[in-house]
């Protein structure tokens, strides 16, 4: 059976640890967690002594040329050998660069470009993270709004050529293939979105995927144009639970997680999304 | 570093960070493309959604830190200065919880906040009980404060819980907090503080897991500095003659601001 977990965020802090519901698995932002000590490690070792915690981070920026962060990565390792995770995530994006001579975070998820150069980064930086935590990392494929003229290649052989050289596995974010083939049929293209998707994860050879990401996003249309958003605030739609379906037929069972980030709703909502994840499978 | 890559990323940095839409574009110019069949139309509206997650997260991670400011300031001001601030001063980390430190100096010289000057105070105290929740854990001692009645004070030194610090600000920045954040003092208590300019020296520290401040006791803020800084309880007090040790060594025992006492290994008093 897939195992089915949830992103575990603020609002849900103390109910989910007095209501202890029937979960696979929480994950977690792994900078929500940084620190030597405090309220928040204190309720997330809580948590592990109920449930498996995966660590998703949002702050590596793996794709980045300027390198990770020292800093960073040991707050990680410090964080890792407290939770003693199921999984570690981050994402295949860039976000540390040179902006007026200093080095800044733009704090995002940030494309990269699918070629060489940028392979040799991200291989770089992903195997340097996973020599310091002694553990395979497990990498996300974005939602990019933009892409680079420098790509000349697509990004499921991108990613699992990474895959191949470093050891990582990948995190497939169904949501995300989807709100590109979105934004890619608003731009012009033909492709029906849903086969877009499966074609794309037709491309990811099986055994290399480690946990699928379910979501909800927006829609949003304006006097400067029209845009899919990967805003984490909606139910998942039954396009993404069809994309997930067919990523669990090809790479599973593998662990899917609900994500909600923006106006979280209740935790039973949550809980039921996570219901239908299994469902769904 | 690789060239071409660190290129293309300090473009999209850069038109990110660009004050208008139309140099961010320009940054951009033969480097990034629209996704799909795009055209340039689809590449400027990607690049406005990117920058409108800056502008969002901006007033959202700092309200996180700095409660009091930003209701002090109403949604519409804190968050223009937000923005301001992402523009002037971007997030260098990863964790965006550590973003805000040069927030209390950028408002001391923010021309639109100049006849708000107990704000930046304020920043600077809301930043330090922000930094406060992420210190490390300790825990009471109590069996160790039997060396206060066995050893001399020259031989002995006070922990104090990690990362304590005094501020001193010529507002009323503890009353102030504490009416917005407790309501005691009452709001129109801490006006009247403010209308008088009653200074008032902050005193923070981790109660268990939660960060505290309270106006410190007179003499305190030199006594908790001397400690911090690895005096002995001797020297310490000598630098504190004001404070009356007496009566603050139980409630701050009680509050956790005090933990233990330890020998002083490296005392240099004779």
């Known amino acids: 059976m897939t195992q089915a977990g949830i992103g575990w965020r603020h609002p849900h802090y103390a109910e989910l640890l007095q209501s202890l519901p029937a979960l696979d698995f929480l994950e977690v932002h792994s900078e929500n967690f940084f620190g030597d000590g405090g309220a928040a490690l204190a309720v997330l070792a809580q948590a592990r002594t109920h449930y498996a915690v995966s660590l998703h981070g949002v702050g590596l920026a793996l794709g980045s040329a300027a390198g990770v962060d020292d800093a960073h990565l040991e707050q990680l390792a410090q964080l890792v050998q407290r939770i003693e995770p199921v999984r570690v995530s981050d994402h295949a994006c860039f976000a540390r660069g040179s902006l007026g001579g200093n080095t800044i975070h733009a704090a995002d998820l940030l494309p990269i470009p699918f070629n060489d150069e940028a392979l040799a980064v991200l291989c770089a930086n992903v195997q340097r993270v996973q020599d310091r935590l002694r553990r395979p990392l497990l990498v996300e494929n974005l939602s990019a709004y933009l892409g680079f003229a420098s790509s000349d290649r697509a990004e499921p052989e991108f990613l699992t050529t990474l895959a191949q050289r470093t050891g990582c596995q990948l995190l497939v974010d169904v949501n995300n293939i989807y709100v590109n083939a979105l934004n890619a049929r608003i731009a012009g293209d033909d492709t029906d979105p849903v086969q877009a998707c499966r074609s794309w994860l037709d491309a990811i050879p099986p055994g290399i995927v480690g946990e699928i990401h379910v979501a909800g996003h927006s829609h949003l249309k304006d006097e400067h144009g029209e845009i899919v958003i990967d805003d984490h605030g909606a139910r998942v739609c039954d396009a993404v639970w069809h994309i997930h379906a067919h990523a669990q037929r090809r790479f599973g069972p593998v662990p899917v997680l609900v994500e909600w980030d923006t106006d979280v709703p209740a935790l039973s909502v949550l809980l039921q999304e996570a219901a239908t994840a299994r469902a769904w499978t | ?270």
Not at chain 2, 14 to 20: H, N, Q, S
Not at chain 2, 104 to 112: D, L, M, N, T
Not at chain 2, 158 to 170: H, M, R, T
Not at chain 2, 232 to 245: E, P
Request: glycine share 6%; with cysteine; charged share 15%.
């Open chain 2, 1 to 270: 570093m690789t060239a071409s890559l660190a290129s293309e990323q300090q473009a999209l940095l850069a038109a990110l960070w660009a004050p208008a839409q139309d140099a961010a574009m320009q940054s951009l110019a033969g480097v990034a493309v629209p996704v799909g069949a795009g055209s340039q139309a689809h590449l400027k509206r990607a690049v406005m959604a990117y920058r409108a997650h800056g502008r969002a997260l901006a007033p959202r991670a700092l309200a996180a830190a700095f409660p009091v400011l930003a209701q002090l300031l109403d949604e519409e001001n804190f968050g223009a200065l937000a923005r301001a601030f992402w523009l002037a001063q971007p997030p260098t980390l990863g964790d965006i919880a550590q973003w805000g430190a040069g927030l209390a100096e950028f408002v001391r010289h923010a021309p639109q906040l100049v006849d708000e000057p107990y704000l930046a105070d304020v920043a600077q105290v809301e930043w330090t009980l922000h930094r406060l929740a992420f210190a490390p854990d300790a825990a009471p001692d109590l069996a160790s404060f039997s060396l206060l009645t066995t050893q001399d004070p020259a031989a002995l030194t006070l922990v104090l819980s990690p990362g304590a610090l005094c501020i001193a600000s010529p507002w009323p920045v503890v009353s102030i907090i504490n009416a917005h954040l407790s309501g005691e003092p009452p709001l129109a208590k801490a006006a009247r503080l403010l209308r008088e300019r009653a200074g008032e020296t902050a005193l923070m520290w981790r109660d268990g897991l939660r960060p505290r401040v309270r106006q410190a006791a007179t003499g305190e803020a030199a006594f908790v500095a001397a400690l911090q800084g690895g005096a002995s309880l001797l020297d310490a007090l000598a630098q504190a003659s004001a404070l009356d040790f007496n009566a603050w060594l139980a409630p701050a025992v009680q509050s956790a601001l005090l933990l233990g006492a330890a020998p002083h290994n490296n005392s240099q008093h004779t």
